[in-house]
């Protein structure tokens, strides 16, 4: 039992304490007054006020620390298995888990092999494993090792053992940081969770000895946070994704994202529909604490521009594994880029879109030669695929291209058809608008645009020593109403070989099943069957 002059000396410097709302303010504020009643404590008798000296320094604890108190964990904090060994004594346990940090509980130890136990409880939370879990002790008889060799902390889970201290496995760790003036903390890093903390103290000599145990403690595992993000499916469009893994702390966490044209506090650790750019997370949990991790969202890379080179992709009859090859315009020599690209699907109507400087076609048989329809791709440096379903493409277009508006224009030119198709792909998402009608059908196997006047250029085939045919379709600017799109004969292309088809050709015809169109307005025919480049 506590002399009846301390007991009113701990209740003078306990108001004092309860001006200030945080743990370390009330500490510090105790051991700020604590120099103005020094000098009348020092006449008390050896049992006052232990462990506490006159111009005492403040300490700064760590966020993650928090005692298992009542002033932090209210009514759920209990005193638990509490007990004595032998001729032990265990006294004041309530003095434990109070909000006064001053106040302790006793364990006494009355000869050889005695003592007794101290435990409080956390009847509605789980610490996490990781944590360091302990008390604040203080017996000035055992100094130095003495005593450590006669603390054992031990933890539970709903009344079942989870770590107990041993030199070999779970050693005790001592907390210097931790410990006000006087005191001792000790403790064990957890290797699993927990909601109890137990102290036992028993001693090796015979000569009585007393612990006094002032709170349990526990210091969470460091909060950390990574940061992730998925890539926007081009830099126009806001689709990216920033997630966030945090681990340690206390949970529950809030995250904080800074980024383009964003700042907000949520509790979710995703949040979708992001920019292009760079972005700062700072994670915050229960407990105060903060970490911050950064990430990017990216978007897919786009393909650079360079002179007098064009890309075809090219599907062989079986199975259908198409194949992306580059193309010089001035040698004719072609490259292999990516085989069996689109997932084997035979990929037809490429163009390149200028506003976002990605290839985009359309995928026309699956890799069993079926049909498919309604499907456009876009591809983006590295031939990776993204699709794009329910456009309304028909079945079998073979000839495509997209102008310098970004608007894609769908012909199946194999077809006697007068409709031409268009998909607006200058937003970044792409959007069905009313269709061309042709004022005739043309028989062609690819066209290209003319970025100089917007209009579209193809040629028709060749049959023997017949020449082809170039042809103009004049593009409408209304995106919005249907309209006509003017068809016009420009003439009979000859000269250089076009119009002789050589005995290699395997069909017996020049069939132009890739045209090109380069900045200048030159434009360019290659022949399915022998690769000859005009």
Request: net charge neutral.
């Amino acid at each position: 039992m506590k002399p009846p002059i301390y007991s009113i000396l701990i209740s003078f410097v306990v108001r004092l304490c309860w001006e200030g709302s945080a743990q370390a303010q009330r500490r510090n504020l105790y051991k700020r007054r604590l120099g103005s009643v020094g000098r009348f404590m020092g006449l008390l008798a050896s049992g006052g006020l232990l462990g506490l000296t006159s111009g005492a320094q403040a300490q700064t604890l760590p966020c993650n620390y928090r005692t298992l108190t009542t002033n932090n964990f209210s009514t759920s904090i209990v005193a638990a298995r509490s007990t004595a060994i032998t001729l032990g004594t265990v006294t004041n346990t309530a003095n434990v888990i109070d909000a006064n940090l001053t106040n302790f509980g006793s364990i006494t130890s009355n000869g050889l092999g005695s003592g007794g136990s101290i435990s409080a409880q956390v009847s509605s939370t789980t610490l996490p494993v990781g944590s360091t879990a302990g008390y604040a002790l203080r017996n000035d008889a055992l100094a130095g090792a003495s005593l450590p060799n006669s603390i054992i902390i031990t933890t539970y889970l709903s009344g079942v053992q989870q770590d107990i201290s041993s030199s070999s496995t779970t050693p005790l760790v001592e907390r210097t940081d931790l410990a006000a003036s006087g005191q001792r903390v000790l403790g064990i890093v957890t290797t699993r969770a927990f909601d109890e903390i137990r102290v036992t103290f028993t001693t090796t000599v015979a000569t009585p000895s007393t612990l006094q145990v002032f709170y349990p403690l526990v210091v969470y595992p460091a909060l950390s946070a990574t940061a992730t993000a998925t890539n926007a499916s081009n830099p126009l469009v806001s689709d990216g994704t920033v997630s966030v893994l945090a681990t340690g702390g206390r949970t529950a966490y809030t995250y904080t994202y800074s980024g383009p044209n964003t700042s907000t506090t949520t509790s979710s650790s995703v949040i979708t529909g992001r920019a292009t750019g760079s972005y700062s997370v700072t994670v915050t949990d229960a407990n105060g604490c903060t970490a911050t991790a950064a990430t990017t969202v990216g978007f897919p890379p786009p393909f650079t521009c360079a002179p007098n080179i064009a890309y075809l992709v090219s599907s062989p009859t079986t199975p259908v594994a198409s194949t992306a090859r580059s193309l010089n315009l001035l040698s004719g020599v072609t490259t292999v880029i990516a085989t069996n690209i689109a997932s084997g699907s035979s990929v037809n109507g490429l163009g390149f879109n200028p506003t976002d400087s990605y290839l985009w076609g359309t995928l026309n048989r699956n890799p069993d030669r079926s049909a498919i329809s309604n499907v456009i791709v876009r591809f983006d440096a590295n031939f990776v695929p993204t699709y794009y379903p329910n456009l309304n493409v028909v079945a079998g277009t073979n000839s495509a291209d997209i102008d310098r508006n970004g608007v894609y224009h769908l012909y199946n030119g194999n077809a006697a058809s007068t409709i031409m198709q268009r998909i607006n792909l200058s937003s970044g998402v792409p959007t069905q608008l009313a269709s061309l009608t042709l004022s005739q059908s043309i028989p062609i196997g690819d066209m290209a645009i003319n970025p100089v006047d917007n209009n579209i250029y193809s040629l028709t085939q060749t049959t023997g020593t017949t020449s082809p045919v170039l042809f103009r379709i004049t593009v409408p600017t209304s995106l919005t109403a249907p309209a006509t799109a003017t068809v016009v004969r420009l003439g009979a292309v000859t000269g250089g070989g076009i119009n002789t088809v050589p005995t290699s050709s395997t069909s017996g015809t020049r069939f132009f099943g890739a045209v090109y169109m380069d900045s200048n307005g030159d434009f360019y025919a290659q022949d399915n069957s022998t690769g000859d480049t005009f």
